[in-house]
């Protein structure tokens, strides 16, 4: 996922879809709180990230994901975001600006 362009030391918040996925049941809903967002953290060196809310669609959630740089320069790695089912991470690019 690309966040784009931030403005390091300024809090961009960007939304990221996260679905539902149970191949081995079909995608079939065996725990209703596998969208129940307990945390999400950055991986990558000079970015922050801080979850912001989410709503619910059918089989999904779109997450609000704030987004802050330390310090201008690109930044490619993961972001890891902590369900009540688990952990996954998601490949992340985000490019920062010092003007």
Do not use: C
Request: no cysteine.
């Amino acid at each position: 996922m690309s966040a784009g362009s931030v403005h390091n030391g300024k809090p961009k918040t960007i939304e990221l879809e996260l679905e539902h996925y149970n191949p081995a049941k079909k995608g079939a809903v065996e725990r209703p709180d596998w969208n129940q967002v307990k945390g999400v953290r950055s991986l990558i060196p000079g970015v922050e990230v801080a979850f912001k809310g989410k709503r619910d669609l059918p089989n999904a959630a779109v997450l609000a994901i704030e987004v802050n740089a330390t310090h201008g320069g690109m930044f490619e790695g993961e972001i890891e975001i902590e369900t009540a089912t688990g952990k996954g991470r998601v490949p992340f690019a985000v490019f920062a600006t010092t003007w």
